[in-house]
């Protein structure tokens, strides 16, 4: 506990410096960037970056909101939730360190996903102040996330690894296209659950990192354009790519993941909260979790 206690300390101060290290800082490199700006860099990344950034960056983002939503509430109507028993035993799943870190990065996301629509069709909403204060908002959202997601992959690391649970579990969906209670085979996360934590974890730093380089402009560093043999231009141009690429794929999981965790079985939320799961939730949907607890003796 203590190691992880500093390990969250050690982000928040990294995340701190980084937001304090002001485009000030950077300013004489400014103008040289600037007279950059208007060059093509060596990936020859301009037509490809307007191209995508006026023709499909916006109408893909609204696609997602309004599709995703809408596929999870069809299943909603039509297979319904998973409703498991409340008044049975409970098993103890996330601890105090687990809970505070998860819930600092959904508070995080709340923050982040809705901004950075605005931010998307910053016109649409009349741009100025309202969007700049949206602009001010992501950023320190991304410092909340930055300090949460190492400790956040860390945690659960040995519990996300692939096992042949996971094949078997995408077979059957998880068991998710059917309104029958069959024990699920799942260890102490399924096979959706580990692909929701890799995405929102290494997915989540590349859009803390490129999220950085287009807020610091300025971030000129030889160093970095050594390492990447990328021009400032090309930098930029490929973070924004990358931010909105990756941007779409963690969008899309985040709003699974709210689904799954408020309505599609229901009263799931709690375990963030409370740390308990519900006995006959593990029994079916983490089947092999269950046995292994039997085992041990601990249910
Ligand atoms: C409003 C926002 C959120 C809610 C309501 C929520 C809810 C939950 C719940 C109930 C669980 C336990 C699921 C189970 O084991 O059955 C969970 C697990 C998890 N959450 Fe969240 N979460 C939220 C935001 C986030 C965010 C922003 C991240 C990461 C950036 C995240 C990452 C995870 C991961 C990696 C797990 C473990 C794997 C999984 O269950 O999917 N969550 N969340």
Partial sequence: MKKYILLLLGSFLLASVAYAADSQIWGEMRVENILAYGKEGSLKLGSLFTMLQSNYF?????AILVGVPSVFLLHYLVIGPKVFSHDGKKIYAFNIFHRIV????????????????????????????????????????????????IPMFLMWLKNMLPTFDDIKWMMIV???????????????????????????TLGGMVMILTGAIMYFMDFNIPMINEVTGLSQIDLLRASAILHAVVGFVIVALFFTHIYMAVFAIKGAIHSIITGYKEEEEVKILHSSWYKKLKKEGKV
């Fill in 102 to 149: 998860h819930q600092i990065a959904a508070i995080s996301f709340i923050v982040l996903v809705p901004t950075g629509f605005i931010m998307t069709f910053g016109s649409t909403f009349g741009g100025g102040e309202f969007v700049r204060m949206m602009k001010d908002l992501h950023g320190l959202a991304t410092v909340t996330f930055a300090i949460v997601v």
């Fill in 174 to 200: 998880g068991g998710y296209l059917s309104k029958v209670k069959r024990p699920v085979p799942a260890g102490k996360f399924n096979a959706g659950q580990k692909a929701w934590y890799w995405f929102a």
């Fill in 58 to 62: 916006a109408k893909i983002f609204l």
